[in-house]
């Protein structure tokens, strides 16, 4: 069902772009649903993480013929260290944080409870508010789709620690859906067990050791404006 970890560990470029990452993606998921005729009888729906989630699933989307919507979640970070998260948190409010050092089991263990001091309450405020804000940028002209007893398949273009995918899956689970697959070209080899908990399938390309960044797998990653992002919504 799904591939063996990669058994070369250096940075070797795995996909040119995000299309092909997509197409190639498109066809695992169309036949994860061939093997099992049963699956059928579910709708699907397709949710990417905006901005660079889009251009792979919306590949995902068409092999489906199926909804494309967006879920958006944002890393919620300290101010004295932007680049550290310590926690995500959607449009909606659905919020994961990251677990503290001594507890964690891997690289992406997370706390079911929010932290008491303000510092971070301050901090998942803003990031919930960029996420509002890109949200509003990018349906202002589509209507959101229900995942309510249906396949939801949550996909971006590559997944690090799994805390902004964390956040997503909790806002499809608020819908009710019959299952939720987490899809993704590349997601590093350690955080597999966690991503197979967090749905009830993921299906992953590429599972490089050590990883360090979504970036360096692809010959080409860049930025995928808001314009170009709401072009694949239309």
């Given amino acids: 069902m799904l591939p063996l970890p990669s058994p070369n560990s250096d ?17 695992e998921v169309l036949a994860e649903f061939n093997r099992e005729p049963a699956l059928s009888a579910y709708p699907a729906v ?3 993480l905006p901005r660079g989630g889009l251009p792979i699933a919306a590949p995902i989307a068409r092999a489906l013929h199926c909804p494309l919507d ?4 944002k890393k ?4 004295d260290n932007t680049e550290l998260a310590i926690g995500a948190v959607t449009a909606d409010g659905h919020v994961v944080w990251a677990s503290p050092p001594s507890q964690k089991s891997g690289a992406a263990a997370l706390a079911p409870d929010r ?11 803003q990031a919930q508010n960029h996420a ?5 940028d990018l349906t202002a002209h589509t209507t959101p789709v229900s995942a309510h007893n ?7 273009d ?11 899956v909790q806002a499809v689970q608020a819908q009710n859906p019959y299952q939720i697959w987490i899809c993704a070209p590349v997601a590093p080899q350690e955080i597999m067990p966690f991503l197979h908990h967090l749905g009830d399938r993921a299906i992953i390309l590429e599972t490089p050791h050590p990883f360090y960044s979504v970036s360096r797998f692809y010959q080409e990653f860049p930025q995928v404006s808001t314009e170009e992002a709401a072009a694949f919504l239309q």
């Fill in 46 to 48: 397709v949710y990417a």
């Fill in 150 to 156: 249906a396949i939801a398949l949550v996909v971006d």
């Fill in 76 to 79: 919620i970070t300290r101010s």
């Fill in 11 to 27: 940075s070797v470029i795995r996909f040119t772009d995000r299309r092909e990452a997509g197409a190639r993606l498109a066809q």
């Fill in 132 to 136: 509002q804000a890109q949200l509003a």
């Fill in 158 to 168: 590559g997944i690090a620690t799994g805390m902004t995918m964390a956040a997503a």
């Fill in 70 to 73: 967006v879920i958006v979640a």
């Fill in 115 to 125: 932290p008491p001091n303000r510092l971070p309450q301050l901090a998942m405020e």
